[in-house]
């Protein structure tokens, strides 16, 4: 049965790889790029989760005219100056 050739291994490369076949700088900073970008992707939707199921969670308990003090609520004149 065996004719004397050798059975070609998956393990063992072809001939037209390159026997260097690390990362360039530029190809291992794009890794690192997209791999944050996916976690930064995963918090936001974890993130977007949590508000869908609680919205009422997130939201402040006082509003926005709750610290004026001496305006009516509403008014805004001379209120910057």
């Known amino acids: 049965m065996d ?5 070609p291994s998956p393990l063992v490369p072809l001939e037209n790889v390159p ?17 944050l970008l996916f976690i ?4 936001l939707i974890v993130r977007c989760f949590r508000i869908l199921l609680d919205p009422y ?10 610290g004026l ?5 509403g008014q805004f004149d001379h209120a910057l100056a």
């Open 3 to 7: 004719g004397g050739q050798p059975v």
């Open 19 to 35: 026997s260097d076949s690390s990362m360039s700088l530029e190809q291992k900073t794009t890794f690192v790029f997209v791999i």
């Open 40 to 43: 930064f992707l995963g918090i």
């Open 57 to 66: 969670r997130s939201m402040p308990t006082s509003t926005w005219a709750d």
């Open 69 to 73: 003090e001496g305006l009516e609520k």
